[in-house]
Every structure is written in structure tokens, then in C-alpha cells.
């Protein structure tokens, strides 16, 4: 009898400590993966209330807010098939959002790189090597550093944000959004009527359409995908108040205005948009000069 109950007490004890051996390993695993993980969610943005849309360009929006002290302007990248031609890139292909704006140096901003869904290690080195070649091409740090793996959408709020998910501007087809924030940087004048010359950015956003279309590195996944640094750097140097181009002539400019999958080229910023943004940045006058008449400039003149 004794010998009996030693046994049932053994066999409790085996029992009770393999199920804490097997509760041990499972539990852990059931928390990994019903964890909330809002910072790895995707984000759901729309048009900002309120905008309007360009009469002359369906893909540029424009956000009046505080009284008209400060501006938004919206720029979508669409999706289109057949690249560019590999042609020469005249000088004129080059543009401005906002006429003589600069972007306001030195802002840190937030990259939410998990709500890409593609690896957090290939959307941050992918960012930064995006980020330099943009440097590079302007010659400066206009950048500030990196903060906040986060994104808050895309109205005014104090941060220059990049974030990833479902956009619903209307169309399947857009691929990333760009929106500028300018103001006079003598505060107490209205934008319409700010001195060209004293123009900022004060604020941005970029937002990928990851959801819907397949981002990647196009030189390793052809046209399975979209370039994301090719993309990156298009959508930057709009940060930077480089526009669109849809002239006949600038189809391989890095800005223009739509891309195709599996289109690497456009990672390399071509000689028009340097010289462009190197006029804005560091006009040779003194004082900031217009870009070169002919140029896609003259139709964002929208506030004049
Ligand atoms: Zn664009």
C-alpha cells in the first residue's frame, strides 16, 4: 500500500512537472503571437478634408488651413506601364511645387518602417541610402535625424512623418503620396501674399500604398515589384519642393510624375533636377531665382 501511494505521488510529481515543462514552452509562444502589435499595423489614409483638387493637374491637391497663414499641397505618384526611353534630359526638365519654397533645414522626422510589411532592415537601409543620394544631389544635409518608429496620418501636427499601408485617393493606381506644409517664415503674413523669397516648408508626410501594390527591390524582383528606393527618393525630393514632371522629353527625369514596376533608373538622380535644386538651394545670384522658364514651374503658380 505504502509503496503504492510513493508511486502515485511519483507519478503526480512527473505529471505536474512535464505539464509545467510543455506550459513553459507554449505559453511564451501564444503570447509572441496574439501580442498587440499596433506599431506594425498598417495605416488607412484619405484625402485630407477640405482639399481641393489642381484644375490643372489631377494628381495635386491643395489644403487651406489656419486662415490661409499655412498651405498643403498633395502630391500623388501614380502607376503607369513602359518606362521611359533612356533619352537625353533637357534643363527644363525641372519644376518647383512652390515657387522659391525651401524646405526648413534640420527637422527630424518618424519612419514607421514596420508598417511596410517588408522587413524592417530592408526599409531602413533602403531609407537611408534613399536619403543620402538626395544629400548628395543637393549638397547638404537638409535632413534632420530619425526620431519615431510611428505615424500619426496626415493632418498639420508638428511632425514630418513617413508611413505605409491602404491610401484611398481615389484610383487603384497611386502609389505614394507626398504633402508639403508651406507658410511665410515671417509668420504674421499670409501665404498669398508672403514674399517669395521667405516661402518654407515647415512640414511633410509620405505615405505608401503598400497594401495595394507590391513594393521591393526591383533589382533583385524585376517587375514583380515597385523599386521602393526608386520611390523613396522621388517622394523626397518633393520634400525638398522638387515637382512632378509631365513633359514630353522628361519621361527618365527622376520626377517624373508616374513610374512603372520593376524601374530602377530613377534611384540615380538625374543632372536636371541637381542643377534644379541646387539653384534653390544655392542660388548663384544671392537670392533664389526661378527655375527655367519652359519649365513645368509656371502652372503651380496657384496662389499669384
Ligand atoms: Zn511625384
Given amino acids: 500500500m505504502a509503496h503504492n501511494e510513493v508511486s502515485v505521488g511519483f507519478a503526480l510529481c512527473v505529471g505536474i512537472f512535464v505539464l509545467a515543462v510543455i506550459a513553459a514552452i507554449i505559453v511564451p509562444i501564444v503570447l509572441i503571437f496574439s501580442a ?160 517669395l523669397e521667405t516661402r518654407e516648408i515647415f512640414e511633410w508626410k509620405q505615405f505608401y500604398n503598400v497594401d495595394i501594390h507590391p513594393f521591393g527591390d526591383a533589382r533583385v524582383n524585376g517587375v514583380s515589384v515597385f523599386d521602393l528606393m526608386a520611390i523613396f527618393v522621388h517622394e523626397t525630393l518633393h520634400c525638398t519642393n522638387a515637382d512632378d514632371l509631365r513633359k514630353i522629353g522628361c519621361e527618365d527625369s527622376t520626377m517624373w510624375f508616374s513610374t512603372a514596376r520593376g524601374e530602377t533608373k530613377k534611384r540615380s538622380i538625374d543632372t536636371a533636377t541637381v542643377k534644379c535644386m541646387r539653384n534653390l538651394y544655392f542660388p548663384s545670384t544671392g537670392s533664389p531665382r526661378p527655375p527655367v522658364s519652359g519649365g513645368e514651374c509656371e502652372r503651380v503658380l496657384w496662389w499669384e
Fill in 36 to 195: 498587440p502589435s499596433q506599431s506594425h499595423s498598417k495605416h488607412f489614409v484619405g484625402l485630407p478634408s477640405h482639399s481641393v483638387r489642381s484644375d490643372s493637374d489631377p494628381d495635386l491637391f491643395f489644403i487651406e488651413e489656419e486662415g490661409g497663414m499655412v498651405e498643403g499641397i498633395l502630391r500623388i505618384r501614380r502607376e503607369v506601364t513602359g518606362n521611359g526611353t533612356g533619352g537625353h534630359i533637357s534643363d527644363s526638365c525641372c519644376g518647383y511645387i512652390v515657387p522659391m519654397a525651401k524646405l526648413k533645414e534640420g527637422m527630424h522626422y518618424d519612419l514607421d518602417v514596420l508598417a511596410f510589411g517588408l522587413g524592417s532592415s530592408f526599409v531602413d537601409s533602403t531609407w537611408m541610402e534613399a536619403l543620402k543620394l538626395v544629400n548628395n544631389a543637393i549638397g547638404k544635409n537638409l535632413f534632420g535625424e530619425r526620431r519615431h518608429a510611428e505615424f500619426l496620418g496626415l493632418s498639420l501636427n508638428g511632425r514630418n512623418q513617413i508611413g505605409a499601408g491602404h491610401a484611398d485617393f481615389g484610383g487603384g493606381d497611386v502609389l505614394a503620396a507626398t504633402l508639403i506644409w508651406v507658410r511665410c517664415s515671417i509668420r504674421t503674413i499670409p501665404i498669398a501674399s508672403c514674399p
